[in-house]
């Protein structure tokens, strides 16, 4: 127990004395993010072939309810982390202290190179349609 208590004070005074990021981004420009990636990347393009495949704007409409109602779920759990792990760094962080720095750093170049990539030339596809 005393061991826990020992790496939980090591840690802090870490946090204490390395500089940290300015958290910079407020309610409204996080909220401009997030709702600018989910309208950009997919309602202009999804309900066309949504309604194509089961016919009936009723179920075309739950599933988007439903799928509404998942995310949230999602940005709860981010949340909790959040307030869990006060760092500037988002999932690389989460992902470093539950799996190692290793699982943090192939997170990171992933997101670099495959992950955010494939967003945006979704998103600039979507506009050449």
């Known amino acids: 127990m005393s061991d826990r208590k020992t790496v ?3 840690k ?3 946090r204490m004395t390395q500089p940290e990021l300015t958290r910079g981004l407020g309610a409204y420009a996080t ?3 997030v709702a600018g990636t989910v309208i950009g990347t997919g309602i202009f393009l999804v309900p066309s072939q949504m309604l194509a495949h089961t016919g009936s704007p009723l179920k075309v409409m739950s599933v988007w309810v439903f799928a509404g109602i998942l995310s949230l779920f999602g940005a709860l759990g981010y ?3 959040g307030g869990a792990l006060p760092e500037a760094g988002g999932e690389y962080v989460y992902l470093r202290e539950a799996y190692g720095r290793g699982m943090g ?3 990171g170049w992933s997101q670099f190179l495959v992950a ?3 967003s ?3 998103i600039a596809t979507g506009c050449l349609l």
């Open 116 to 118: 955010k990539a494939a």
């Open 105 to 107: 750093f192939v997170y």
């Open 79 to 81: 949340a909790e982390l």
């Open 8 to 10: 939980v004070a090591q």
């Open 120 to 122: 945006i030339a979704t």
């Open 12 to 14: 802090e005074e870490t």
């Open 31 to 33: 909220t401009a993010v």
